[in-house]
């Protein structure tokens, strides 16, 4: 069931008919917005039928399926990431390399799967003090049911697939409601499912505004599961739902630490990289350099010289700098800005926006009175806060309510295990800049950056419960001697 949303809005802020842009490669299985409870309602109730047969399904039979649906999304590579730049103003390269990423999640979780769901327990009472040999315990891994996938607009086919291939191969049926923005690409992605063979009903697709149907669709009786990535509206919804299994990945304000003895060229290359790709629209971007006083000075003529390269313009040039997502993501970023400049920080480059193209800006000696310094902007602005101390930089980075991810460079491993042992974030990355991938790595955040853990094997283990079953015996009536 794909309810196939035929128009979308570019990052521009022009709207896009895209019902004939390839239909030739992927013809939708019908053309309808969702927008209704009702809708919502066939789409839930669909996909617990479809379940109840699937999680019968042997796990070889999955396997293949998915393999199939990971071969299809790859040969469509090209119209799919056409979706990708005109939907999200994500750089062509980018987009392609989004989409056959994603085909390798999909294959890489049917292997992992089948090696994961496969292996039960047995266990035996004598084990445990007092107890005779008279229980024996068998346990294996059963799904959920239904599961309820939120992929954002930055990632909505990557984190679109994570959700899905780990819950198709446990058995369980999808619900995807897709960004508004991504939403065309997401449904030509769902479809490569279709195309390979998946049960009907088991994958449905429900479009529309999430102030419309969104409440309905996490609060629904028959969701067994929620898998998000967003931002704040991960807390209310985990305010909302019921006693199920939540898998959520928010915000953050990822921290880089850059110690004396670090390497600067390495840490120019990794800050640019990771504060500037996809116009900063990641949620593991550089948010906030906080380095040390003493090298701040030639780290940032080093940074500046690298932002100078980055080329500005449309996504089908390949710019490494494109239009912001939406008119009011970028009217946040200005306010952002703005507020820096009336607090005095200093700007690297000249603050430059035309619609929802905004050039990338560095912003030095931020003071921690400064909203750039705690919020997540979102964009192409990274702000650097000079620190007399290592001390200082990890005090700024765990005061803050996101804890994702974070990075520290320095030469110095006991240095950096140190510091990686002192940042309140779910991962640390040494002489790196914050990064999602590989997609089997656990991926978590801590305090208000989300709840649980994802990850091919660990989302395997979120949208699985454990089943046991116990047989009993006699006592026995011999005795040793």
């Known amino acids: 069931m794909v309810m196939f949303s035929t128009t979308t809005q570019m990052a521009n802020g022009t709207n896009l008919h895209l019902e004939n842009l390839f239909l030739s490669s992927i013809q939708p299985l019908t053309k309808s917005i969702s927008r209704s409870k009702e809708e919502v309602n066939k789409a839930i109730e669909s996909a617990k039928t479809a379940q109840k047969l699937w999680a019968k399904t042997p796990l070889w039979k999955r396997a293949e ?7 299809i999304l790859k040969e469509h590579k ?7 730049v005109k939907e999200i103003a994500k750089p062509a390269k980018d987009a392609v390399t989004e989409v056959v990423r994603s085909g390798d999640l999909v294959s890489y979780c049917a292997e992992e799967g ?13 084990s445990f003090p007092g107890n005779e040999r008279t229980k024996y315990c068998l346990t294996s891994k059963i799904p959920l049911g239904v599961v309820l996938a939120i992929p954002p607009f930055n990632y909505p086919v990557n984190l679109a697939v994570s959700k899905i291939a780990p819950a198709l191969i446990s058995g369980n049926s999808i619900v995807l409601k897709p960004p508004t923005q991504g939403a065309v690409a997401a449904l030509h992605m769902v479809h490569c499912f279709h195309l390979a063979g998946f049960p009907k009903g088991l994958i449905s697709c429900v479009t529309g505004k999430g102030s419309e149907i969104g409440d309905f669709l996490t609060m629904h009786p028959d969701v067994n599961c929620i898998s998000f990535t967003g931002g704040d509206t991960g807390i209310a919804i985990s305010k909302k739902s019921a006693m199920i299994p939540l898998q959520m990945e928010l915000g953050g304000k990822d921290a880089c630490i850059v110690l004396e003895d670090a390497d600067l060229d390495l840490v120019a290359a ?3 990289k990771g504060g500037f790709s996809y116009s900063g629209q990641r949620c593991t971007a550089v948010k906030v350099a906080l380095v040390m006083k003493s090298v701040a000075d030639t780290l940032v003529k080093k940074i500046n010289d690298k932002v100078a390269k980055l080329t500005v313009g449309p996504p089908e040039d390949d710019c490494d700098i494109t239009p912001v997502v939406t008119e009011s993501s970028a009217n946040f970023i200005e306010e952002l800005v703005k507020d820096a400049k009336e607090k005095g920080a ?3 480059q000249e603050y430059k926006r035309k619609g ?9 000696n931020v003071g921690a009175n400064m909203r750039i310094a705690r919020e997540e902007p979102f964009g192409p602005v990274l702000p650097v806060i000079r620190i007399n101390s290592v001390e200082e930089g990890i005090l700024h980075c765990n005061s803050s309510n996101f804890g994702l991810q974070g990075c520290v460079f320095t030469k110095d491993i006991n240095k950096a295990m140190l510091v990686s042992d002192a940042m309140e974030t779910g991962t640390v990355q040494i002489n790196s800049a914050p990064a999602r991938g590989p997609d089997h790595f656990p991926f978590q955040g801590l305090k208000d950056s989300g709840i649980g853990s994802q990850g091919i094997t660990n989302s395997i283990n979120m949208m699985t419960k454990v089943k046991t079953t116990i047989i009993n015996l006699p006592t026995p009536s011999y005795t040793m001697g």
């Open 346 to 348: 200093t700007f690297c």
């Open 356 to 364: 929802n193209l905004i050039w990338p800006l560095l912003l030095d």
């Open 270 to 272: 990794n800050i640019v």
């Open 114 to 126: 089948v090696r994961v769901l496969g292996e039960g327990k047995f266990l035996v009472s004598d």
């Open 78 to 84: 090209a119209p799919i990431a056409e979706c990708l």
């Open 65 to 71: 399926l998915l393999h199939k649906a990971a071969a």
